[in-house]
């Protein structure tokens, strides 16, 4: 007995409900960030189910520690190239602490 729901479907119900109920809110979050001066910047990796060799990169952006909002962002991508960096900041004019990525 039950429903047959894939874990696909769960997958995707989780990703539209939070593009529904929170992009809004994560884009203000965004630019309240954006407003700081100092921002920390990392990357970690992480394997996708199912596959021994195919790599995606989570990506947290936040606040210095001096500052009154304090603010931590989550960003996933493909990619582990500073690219993602300057396509997430636009154009930012702050400083960003972060490790070294070579291309």
């Known amino acids: 007995m039950g ?14 409900a939070s593009q529904y109920y929170l992009e ?46 304090a603010i931590t962002l989550y960003h996933h991508d493909q990619r582990r190239s500073g690219l993602v960096v300057q396509e997430f900041l636009g154009d930012y004019s702050g400083y960003v602490h972060c490790d070294m990525l070579r291309q």
Request: glycine share 2%; no cysteine.
């Open 24 to 69: 809004s809110l994560y884009n203000l979050l965004r630019e309240k960030l954006l407003e700081q001066p100092l921002l920390h910047a990392d990357e970690t990796s992480y394997r996708v189910l199912e596959s021994d060799s195919h790599l995606t990169y989570y990506w947290t952006f936040l606040s210095g520690k001096a500052e009154n909002q």
């Open 3 to 16: 429903l047959p729901i894939t874990r696909k479907e769960i997958s995707n119900w989780h990703i539209k």
